[in-house]
C-alpha cells in the first residue's frame, strides 16, 4: 500500500504570491497515477491535476503539478482569493489513496 | 451535466447495517468506473471502494474488506454500497464519485463527485 506524505500541513500566505505543495510517496508511483484536488468547506472535491501534471477540464493555468517516481508537487502561482483551500494529492488506479492534505490559509 | 446523488445515510447503532446509494445522470453511466470517497467530520478524505464499469473489478480499502460490499445497477444507471457491521469510526460524510473519463487504457482518478451522504454510527 501506498502511502502519501503532504507538507506542510498549513501554509498561511498572502493574494498574489506564488506557493508549491509537496507530496512525497513511500514508493515509487512508476505510472504517474498521481492527482490534485482542491476542497472547500462543504464542498466535494475538485479535480485539478491527473496524470502527475495534466489539467483537468476548466483548471486555470495558474495550477500546474509536476514530478515523478516518489515526489510530487502542485504549484500555484499568483494566489486569487478563490484559491484559499484544502489540498489533497491522490494516487489512483486498482487501489486509490489520499495524502492528509495541505491547507492554505490567508495570511 | 453530470448529476450524482446519492441517498441512505442516517444514524445507527455499531454493528448494524445500511445502504447507500447512488443515482446517476447526464453520462453514460456503462462506461464509466465508480467511486465511494469518504470523509470523518473534521478529517481529511479516505477512498473506500471502486468498482469498473462491468463489475468485473472492484476494490476496497482494507478496514471495510468483508463488512462493505460495492454493486451498481447500469440498467439503473445506479451505484450502492452495502454496509454491514458498522463501527464508530466509518461515521463520515460519504460521496460517490465518478471517474475523470470513461474507463479505457488509462486508469483515472475521480472526476465528478456528489454531495454527500451523512452516515453516523454512535
Known amino acids: 500500500e501506498i502511502v502519501l506524505t503532504q507538507s506542510p500541513g498549513t501554509l498561511s500566505l498572502s493574494p498574489g504570491e506564488g506557493v508549491t505543495l509537496s507530496c512525497r510517496a513511500s514508493?515509487?508511483?512508476?505510472?504517474?497515477?498521481l492527482a490534485w484536488y482542491q476542497q472547500k468547506p462543504g464542498q466535494a472535491p475538485r479535480l485539478l491535476i491527473y496524470g502527475a501534471s495534466s489539467r483537468a477540464t476548466g483548471i486555470p493555468d495558474r495550477f500546474s503539478g509536476s514530478g515523478s517516481e516518489t515526489d510530487f508537487t502542485l504549484t500555484i502561482t499568483r494566489l486569487e482569493p478563490e484559491d484559499f483551500a484544502v489540498y489533497y494529492c491522490h494516487h489512483y488506479g486498482s487501489s486509490r489513496t489520499f495524502g492528509q492534505g495541505t491547507k492554505l490559509e490567508i495570511k | 451535466e453530470v448529476q450524482l446523488v446519492e441517498s441512505g445515510g442516517g444514524l445507527v447503532k455499531p454493528g448494524e447495517s445500511l445502504r447507500l446509494s447512488c443515482a446517476a445522470s447526464?453520462?453514460?453511466?456503462?462506461?464509466?468506473?465508480m467511486n465511494w470517497v469518504r470523509q470523518a467530520p473534521g478529517k481529511g478524505l479516505e477512498w473506500v471502494s471502486s468498482?469498473?464499469?462491468?463489475?468485473?473489478?472492484?476494490y476496497y480499502l482494507d478496514s471495510v474488506k468483508g463488512r462493505f460490499t460495492l454493486s451498481r445497477d447500469n440498467a439503473k444507471n445506479s451505484l450502492y454500497l452495502e454496509m454491514n457491521n458498522l463501527r464508530v469510526e466509518d461515521t463520515a460524510v460519504y460521496f460517490c464519485?465518478?471517474?475523470?473519463?470513461?474507463?479505457?487504457?488509462?486508469?483515472?482518478?475521480?472526476?465528478?463527485w456528489g454531495q454527500g451522504t451523512l452516515v453516523t454510527v454512535s
Open positions: 468498482i469498473s464499469s462491468n463489475s468485473r473489478y472492484i
Open positions: 464519485a465518478r471517474d475523470f473519463k470513461p474507463q479505457g487504457i488509462l486508469a483515472m482518478p475521480a472526476g465528478s
Open positions: 514508493q515509487s508511483i512508476s505510472t504517474s497515477y
Open positions: 447526464g453520462f453514460t453511466f456503462s462506461t464509466y468506473t
